[in-house]
């Protein structure tokens, strides 16, 4: 079983930066695929970044490209997302995931919720005008 565990969120000016991070307990995994993904208000959960640890392929949606970094602490077991040049419409909770069948990180399939096992309780993330 793993647990996955956001912190980091809260309320910042727009142009301001935040760090997100996602902690893992229960199971090293340091071989699955990780998925940063994110939910506004009335809306749909979306897909943010992710990457396999395997290769080290990294992978954003086309808005945060630019602004937004994924990187992770293997000793720390833990994955951050690194977001500068915030905007309003950034404003959402975020989630961090885990696919544990997956060692490659495959569009198609991990920018949808679907093909995720395991998933944070998410933390906010507010950016005021």
């Known amino acids: 079983q793993v647990q996955l565990v956001e912190s980091g969120g809260g309320l910042v000016q727009a142009g301001g930066s935040l760090r997100l991070s996602c902690a893992a307990s229960?199971?090293?995994?340091?071989?699955?695929?990780m998925g940063w993904f994110r939910r506004a208000p009335g809306m749909e959960r979306e897909f943010v970044g992710g990457?396999?640890?395997?290769?080290?392929?990294?992978y954003y949606t086309d808005s945060v490209k630019g602004r937004f970094t994924i990187s992770r602490d293997n000793a720390k077991n833990t994955v951050y997302l690194h977001m500068n040049s915030l905007k309003p419409k950034d404003t959402a909770v975020y989630y961090c995931?885990?696919?544990?069948?997956?060692?490659?990180?495959?569009?198609?399939?991990?920018?949808?919720?679907?093909?995720?096992?395991?998933w944070g309780q998410g933390t906010q993330v507010t950016v005021s005008s």
């Open positions: 229960g199971r090293t995994f340091n071989n699955y695929v």
């Open positions: 990457f396999s640890w395997s290769d080290g392929g990294i």
């Open positions: 995931a885990a696919d544990s069948r997956s060692t490659i990180f495959l569009r198609v399939m991990h920018s949808t919720t679907s093909h995720y096992d395991y």
